[in-house]
């Protein structure tokens, strides 16, 4: 292979490259966003534990909103990484099939293409509702201020 004949197959395949990179510091944010929701977790089950009876439900309500949250960034990280994977897949097919003169379908590139932006909403979709989880948390913290 020439590399006038390789230059048009590299600029082909580094668009899905461009998404990756994307995706990757949505990717950051995410476990960031994660990291603290295990670490604000880990405090809240230790007032629990020594805390008064009295503030006991307060405490297992965020709890329970915590625990839905970090269930919702799992699958929201999960669904990014699989968009990666998809599009590093995608990648692959692109750059294969030009050096190798092959054939790669409309399909099947269109298919990878789709199935990786599904991912993606899917991930997106699953990160808005831990935002908006977290707004619950934040009213039940500060409700009980907010009253007095």
């Known amino acids: ?3 006038s004949t390789l230059i048009p197959t590299l ?10 990179s994307g995706i990757g510091l ?3 944010g995410m476990s960031n966003r994660y990291g603290r929701t295990i670490d604000r977790t880990r405090e809240i089950a230790r007032e629990c534990r020594g805390g ?5 439900e307060r405490v297992t309500s965020q709890l329970r909103i915590l625990m839905s949250r970090a269930r919702l960034l799992r699958a929201a990280i999960a669904m990014a990484c699989v968009s990666v994977l998809l599009a590093a897949v ?11 003169s092959l054939e790669v379908t409309a399909p099947v590139v269109g298919g ?6 599904t991912a993606l909403l899917a991930s997106l979709f699953l990160y808005i509702a831990d935002v908006n989880h977290s707004l619950v948390a934040l009213r039940l913290e500060v409700s009980d201020v907010l009253k007095s």
């Open 52 to 56: 008064p009876a009295s503030d006991r």
């Open 90 to 100: 995608l990648v692959i097919v692109l750059f294969v099939g030009g050096l190798m």
């Open 26 to 28: 949505l990717l950051l």
């Open 112 to 117: 990878l293409f789709i199935a990786c932006m």
């Open 1 to 3: 292979m020439h590399l």
């Open 11 to 20: 600029q082909l395949a580094v668009g899905p490259v461009i998404l990756i």
